[in-house]
């Protein structure tokens, strides 16, 4: 378990904030380091060529540990879109196989493929939410030869539902089709280990559980799909790319491993600093430790909600990092502009309240949060 870490984040004390599904805080040594990167540009004669790769390679390596994959299987990227456009581009597929999705997925893992559906003629399948919120059983019961590729997440961003990626990836390639996953709401907060779960694709941005900057994400190819097609053609992912006198003998050839999906300006010098000092306290603090003192934090609050009539995620088909609350009356219309107005923030997702906290919450935010649904189902 980890002690409230309230201190390392600007969080005045009268704001509970439960958003992280949205957007986190800012840590003040990610906020430092973007500063400092800012200053970069003022002086670019400070700026050598080594840097547009070393920065880089510092957080493609922290990534990678992140998620038990080596530096070189990693890509930057500037969103999950992007990412996912990535491994649109590179599966193959044709005319009648299928892809599987979740209903209400989040749109950045769904727009890519119905456009690769439209295209190749093959057909999206979407698994519809278990009446039980038990996903894993259905998505395999989903899974026979005519799929290509399931593109999934590692829990959902409407209400935490949990996926079960070992077994689903077990399956999928028991059938030969291929795993994309888009982890933007789990990844940091949840541990995850490619050597386990063997993804085809693992795409994520930073802002959320990740503690990052906006604008900035990663991807994990799988040694098989490190030859593919970037979806741009920049100069600094080419062979060679280091030697900057030298870039007119244009290269045919790319970096070695995933790089060759880097996008263009991969270098940049005040995010690249953020994602790393961000990534650098999620390793200190360690995933699994993070998970559980969330999981702590969330069945606390789940425990007091259902006592007003919430009905949450049954806790062993829910990331303990993501509470989703639905109530059997719907939820009061202006739930959410009643919590901010007493500084309490959270997000409603579908039919699903969503409280998504982090290690800066505390048992007093805990308190003002109940009380205020308390307030709101009251009035209603
Ligand atoms: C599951 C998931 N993926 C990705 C994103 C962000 O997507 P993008 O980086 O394409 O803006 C979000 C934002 O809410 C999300 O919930």
């Known amino acids: 378990m980890i002690s409230c870490q309230r201190h390392l984040f600007d969080i005045p004390d009268h704001i509970a904030y439960y958003n992280c599904g949205y957007m986190s805080p800012q840590l003040n040594s990610v906020r430092e380091a973007g500063y400092a990167g800012v200053d970069v540009k003022s002086s670019p004669w400070t700026v050598k060529p080594v840097d547009f790769f ?20 990693v890509a930057i990227i500037p969103s999950a879109s992007y990412g996912l456009a990535i491994a649109a581009k590179n599966v193959n597929i044709s005319a009648g196989q299928k892809i599987l999705v979740l209903d209400e997925q989040f749109p950045s893992n769904i727009y890519c493929w119905q456009d690769l559906a439209t295209r190749t003629g093959a057909e999206i399948i979407t698994v519809r939410t278990p009446s039980d919120f038990n996903w894993t059983p259905a ?38 089709a291929k795993l994309v996953l888009d982890i933007t709401q789990s990844i940091g907060a949840m541990p995850i280990d490619v050597a386990l ?25 799988a040694p098989d799909f490190q030859n593919g097609e970037p979806i741009e053609y920049n100069w600094i992912n080419r062979a060679r790319s280091e030697n900057f006198s ?67 995620l ?9 509470l989703g609350l639905r109530h059997s009356d719907g939820l009061p219309k202006d739930l959410l502009e009643r919590l901010m107005a007493k500084d309490i923030y959270l997000s409603v997702r579908g039919a699903s309240l969503r409280v998504t906290p982090h290690l800066f919450n505390n048992d007093t935010d805990a308190e ?13």
């Open 54 to 73: 070393s920065q880089p390679d510092k957080a493609r390596s922290l990534f990678a540990k992140l998620i038990n994959a080596e530096a070189n299987d």
């Open 139 to 176: 998505i395999l019961d989903a899974i026979d030869d005519e799929v290509a590729v399931a593109a999934l997440p590692h829990c959902h961003w409407t209400d935490g539902a949990l996926l079960d990626l070992e077994a689903i990836g077990q399956k999928l390639r028991n059938h030969g």
């Open 197 to 221: 779960v063997k993804p085809d694709f693992l795409i994520a941005a930073c802002y959320k559980w990740m503690l990052g900057p906006y604008s900035l994400g990663f991807v994990y190819a």
């Open 246 to 312: 030298d870039l007119i003998d244009y290269e045919p050839n790319f970096q070695a491993g995933a790089i060759r999906y880097d996008m263009g300006e991969r270098a940049n010098f005040s995010l690249m600093p953020m994602a790393i000092a961000a990534l650098e306290q999620l390793l200190a603090w360690g995933c699994s430790d993070i998970q559980q003192t969330l999981s702590d934090m969330t069945d606390k609050i789940a425990g007091r909600c259902e006592d007003l009539g919430f009905s949450p």
């Open 314 to 322: 049954p806790k062993q088909y829910r990331a303990g990092h993501f």
């Open 368 to 380: 003002r949060l109940i009380s205020a649904l308390s307030d709101a189902l009251d009035r209603r």
